[in-house]
C-alpha cells in the first residue's frame, strides 16, 4: 500500500522523541511536524535526516483507513493507548 497523497497524518498524530531538522527536541502527538510541506508531504523523506520513527511506519489499510480523518483517529488512539502515562483499569 502507498501513503496517501496529501494526508501527513503520521507527520501529525503521533509524538516523535528523536531529532527532526527544525525540531530539535522531537514533536509532541497532536503537532504538525516542520518537515511537512504545503501538500501534507515530507520534505526530508529518503533522506538520512529522517528520524527512524518515521521510516518505520508503513501505510496499511488499518493504519491508513478511507481518508485522512480516519488515520488521524486510528494514529491519536494508538499514541494514547501507548503513552507512558496510560494506565489499564
Known sequence: ???RDH???CCTAP???SPI???PN???AGVRCVQLNEQNMCKIFGK???PAFCGSLQPSLEMCGESREQAIHW???LEQLTA???TQQ
Do not use: D, H, Q
Request: hydrophobic share 25%; net charge positive.
Open 75 to 77: 494514529l491519536t488512539e
Open 21 to 23: 531538522p527544525g525540531m
Open 15 to 17: 509524538s516523535i522523541n
Open 48 to 50: 538520512p535526516e529522517r
Open 1 to 3: 500500500m502507498k501513503c
Open 7 to 9: 494526508c501527513g497524518a
Open 84 to 86: 507512558p502515562s496510560f
Open 26 to 28: 522531537g514533536k509532541p
